[in-house]
């Protein structure tokens, strides 16, 4: 009986410390969103410069970012449940303010070209206060900044 419970109380601690190393591991999203922060920054880079040839080439990498995996957008819309629409409408407002933004640098047009880069950070920033917190939480245990 003893042999028993000290087999069941490992068994309990592996799965709990298994459990906190997965929460731990970086989402895909996160590496998303940290190349998707390098892309502004390249972006504000070349609006400075009023180089719209490096503002066309980096604006896509914003508009069509590449996607979590399948398993990963599950947990996500676990999580989110009902704010999923909001999520997913933010993102859509970002995918469409790079588009313009694009468009504006392709124009060389370098007042269009700010006033599309202010929506897509507008988005990007009406997203992190909505979700950021909630998600670096939920599935890192810690509490963003």
């Given at each position: 009986?003893?042999?028993?419970?000290?087999?069941?109380?490992?068994?309990?601690?592996?799965?709990?410390?298994?459990?906190?190393?997965?929460?731990?591991?970086?989402?895909?999203?996160?590496?998303?969103?940290?190349?998707?922060?390098?892309?502004?920054?390249?972006?504000?880079?070349?609006?400075?410069?009023?180089?719209?040839?490096?503002?066309?080439?980096?604006?896509?990498?914003?508009?069509?970012?590449?996607?979590?995996?399948?398993?990963?957008?599950?947990?996500?819309?676990?999580?989110?449940?009902?704010?999923?629409?909001?999520?997913?409408?933010?993102?859509?407002?970002?995918?469409?303010?790079?588009?313009?933004?694009?468009?504006?640098?392709?124009?060389?047009?370098?007042?269009?070209?700010?006033?599309?880069?202010?929506?897509?950070?507008?988005?990007?920033?009406?997203?992190?206060?909505?979700?950021?917190?909630?998600?670096?939480?939920?599935?890192?245990?810690?509490?963003?900044k």
């Amino acid at each position: 009986m003893k042999k028993q419970l000290i087999v069941a109380t490992s068994l309990i601690s592996l799965a709990l410390s298994a459990s906190h190393v997965q929460a731990a591991e970086p989402l895909e999203l996160q590496k998303v969103m940290k190349e998707l922060g390098r892309n502004m920054q390249v972006i504000t880079d070349g609006i400075s410069r009023e180089d719209w040839e490096l503002v066309v080439k980096t604006a896509p990498m914003i508009a069509e970012h590449p996607q979590p995996p399948l398993t990963e957008k599950m947990r996500i819309m676990s999580f989110m449940g009902t704010d999923m629409p909001k999520f997913k409408a933010l993102d859509g407002e970002t995918h469409e303010a790079a588009h313009d933004l694009l468009h504006a640098a392709q124009e060389k047009d370098g007042k269009k070209v700010i006033a599309a880069f202010q929506k897509v950070q507008s988005s990007c920033l009406s997203c992190h206060q909505a979700f950021r917190g909630k998600f670096v939480e939920h599935f890192y245990g810690t509490v963003s900044k």
